[in-house]
């Protein structure tokens, strides 16, 4: 089921069909290979065709989606290669945006990461895996935006956009996987003022989750396709 946000009264059709999309993507609503069609798009938002094909274009050109030979679209798969380079440039880049936020936490934007850290114990712990996902992505936006006109952010969101199809099994597996809590490790780095350890924590936090994840999806992948 996609999940919707209210439309800001500035909004045109258009923005916030793409704006929904965009987020739903990032967030792990659609799953790899997954058909998108505009009238099923549509009639799931309360729209016309014309702003969901117009999102459609774009969020193509975002690398988002994929156009198919036969104009279809859908949400694309990641081989092995592409998903580790993906990775490694999310470790690279948001751990450097961590580091370049710290100075900017002040005591409320610290509080809205705890809270956002909370919600996802809460969903890990309801088995809520769409809206684990959803606090994580909040979670880490919180953190980034902290400093002000970063240009960082944006690159980040691309990747994001790249790996939030993955993103629900990640939580569906993240008991498995995820036997420490990084964002815990983050925010104690951020009230010590430890870059260091921010940036250290960062980066198992993504490791330990899409990363792993992605290593035991090409893993089963392998076996299949050797008992094939």
Excluded at 159 to 170: D, E, N
Excluded at 203 to 222: N, P, S, V, W
């Amino acid at each position: 089921m996609l999940v919707t946000a209210g439309r800001e009264a500035s909004e045109s059709a258009k923005q916030w069909v793409y704006r929904v999309l965009r987020r739903a993507i990032m967030t792990g609503q659609f799953e790899p290979g997954d058909p998108v069609t505009i009238n099923g798009l549509a009639e799931t938002l309360g729209v016309s065709a014309m702003p969901v094909r117009e999102a459609l274009h774009r969020l193509v050109a975002d690398g988002a989606l994929e156009l198919l030979d036969n104009r279809r679209v859908r949400v694309p798969d990641l081989d092995q290669q592409r998903f580790e380079e993906v990775v490694e440039a999310r470790i690279a880049l948001e751990t450097r945006a961590a580091e370049r936020a710290l100075p900017f936490i002040d005591d409320t934007r610290l509080a809205r990461l705890r809270a956002f850290d909370q919600q996802a114990d809460q969903a890990l712990a309801t088995r809520n895996f769409g809206r684990l996902v959803e606090a994580n992505f909040d979670f880490h936006r919180c953190l980034y935006e902290a400093r002000p006109g970063t240009v960082l952010l944006p690159l980040i969101e691309s990747l994001w956009l790249r790996l939030g199809p993955f993103m629900r099994r990640a939580g569906e597996t993240l008991s498995e996987t995820y036997e420490i809590d990084r964002h815990a490790e983050a925010l104690a780095a951020i009230a010590a003022r430890d870059a260091a350890a921010l940036k250290a924590a960062i980066a198992a936090d993504i490791r330990d989750g899409t990363g792993h994840l992605g290593h035991k999806h090409f893993e089963q992948m392998d076996i299949a396709r050797k008992a094939g």
